[in-house]
């Protein structure tokens, strides 16, 4: 592991985006409501394996800095770039922090980039002076004359380059110095000083935005990735008492007992409706309904599973699915369980092959054994995409 190499990021980001189009440079219009390069910044800045990072900005966005991105200022060491990228990655070597070991050197048009990519090339560079992602060449490749295919080009050892490209600190400062001015990036440079630069497995998904279209496709695998899938559990229990019948997962079953509570005491449906709660992280039925409040005082329990799927909708989640363990001696569940799926799917507004009713005794051990009482274990899952 690199525990010992200090490692500053360098994103430049001084360019005019003119294949882009636009009113401001790309890497600052919006990407699913932030700019471009707020995405870029915040996936080194939660890397636990980055330290400073060096922003290269041109001066002509002095004013659409701050006022799109004015917050990131204080986190970063901001240099005016040049007017190649070549000479902007230089103005970025410079800023580099005293003891700095390693650089890794990024487009700030890459928003996509993931920390794994990130781990693989600075595990690279533990042996390596440079490494840097790319993806090997999978289609066909032609030369093509007046808008005919004019010969075949051998695809065979050719990949697309991607960022970040790592570098060891003084190799690359030293390599920069003379380079052309026209280097399409920094391995350009580094293998042209004689540098060894080891290839990394890049990422479909770590486009660079360069032409229009490009921001429609980023934000489509954006969204794709930021898809947020939760699962929530809820327990609880209730004792039996007088009565004649037990509510369960909204099924009444006549029985020589009933169960106890402030509400209709249904175990089961208040067992999912806290799973929900759960995956939400907002409270449980408790909080929601308290039970000091007399208004729930033998209260139907859809009141609260209804509440519970509703909440999930208000916040943009679909309940995909519930899954409930009812742990008793008696009554027997098996034959109420289809009931039981129908109406808790009719409550939660969700197919019946999602909800899943189950039991098991717990072998005549414990308050469930003895028939003191019915337990109930569930879980949910909810997903925003
Ligand atoms: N003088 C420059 C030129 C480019 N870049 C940066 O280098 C990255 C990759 O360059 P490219 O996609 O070519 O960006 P632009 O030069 O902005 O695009 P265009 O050529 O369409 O103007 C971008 O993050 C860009 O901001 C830079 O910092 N300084
Ligand atoms: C550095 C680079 O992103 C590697 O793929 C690329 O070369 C820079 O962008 P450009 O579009 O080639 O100017």
Not at 145 to 171: E, M, N, W, Y
Not at 290 to 310: M, R, V
Not at 356 to 375: M, P
């Amino acid at each position: 592991m690199r525990t010992m190499m200090q490692t500053a990021a360098i994103i430049v980001a001084a360019g005019r985006g003119v294949r882009a189009g636009g009113d401001i440079p790309k890497q600052f219009q919006l990407l699913i409501g932030k700019p471009v390069l707020a995405h870029t910044l915040e996936k080194f800045a939660s890397h636990p394996g980055v330290g400073q990072i060096i922003l290269v900005l041109s001066p002509q966005d002095d004013a659409v800095f701050s006022a799109t991105m004015g917050d990131w200022a204080d986190k970063l060491t901001i240099v005016a770039g040049g007017e190649t990228r070549v000479s902007s990655v230089q103005a970025g070597l410079a800023a580099a922090n005293e003891g700095t070991d390693a650089v890794l050197i990024h487009d700030g048009a890459r928003p996509l980039v993931q920390h794994n990519l990130i781990d693989r090339v600075l595990a690279e560079l533990e042996t390596h002076p440079g490494a840097a992602p790319a993806m090997p060449v999978t289609d066909a490749l032609w030369r093509g004359d007046g808008g005919k295919v004019s010969a075949i080009q051998s695809r065979t050892g050719l990949f697309r380059a991607q960022t970040p490209q790592g570098f060891h600190l003084d190799a690359i400062r030293e390599a920069n110095a003379t380079a052309p001015q026209d280097a399409k990036d920094d391995v350009e440079i580094a293998i042209g000083a004689g540098l060894d630069v080891a290839i990394v497995e890049g990422d479909e998904t770590n486009i660079k935005i360069t032409h229009p279209g490009d921001f429609l496709r980023a934000a489509r695998i954006l969204q794709e990735s930021v898809m947020d899938i939760r699962t929530g559990n809820g327990f609880d229990v209730h004792r039996f008492g007088d009565g004649d019948a037990v509510t369960l997962c909204g099924v009444t079953i006549p029985y020589p007992r009933g169960l106890q509570g402030h509400s209709d005491a249904d175990v089961g449906m208040h067992a999912v409706t806290d799973a929900i709660y759960g995956a939400l992280a907002m409270g449980d039925i408790g909080q929601h309904f308290p039970p000091s409040d007399p208004q729930w005082k033998g209260a139907a329990s859809h009141i609260f599973l209804t509440h519970a799927a509703e909440l999930a909708k208000e916040n943009g989640f679909t309940l995909t699915h519930a899954d409930v363990t009812l742990i008793c001696e008696q009554p027997k569940i098996g034959p109420h369980a289809q009931a039981m799926r129908v109406e808790m799917a009719r409550i939660m507004g969700i197919d019946i092959d999602r909800v899943s009713v189950k039991a098991t005794t717990s072998e005549r051990l414990g308050f469930t054994g003895r028939e003191e009482g019915i337990a109930a274990s569930a879980t949910a899952t909810l997903v925003k995409a």
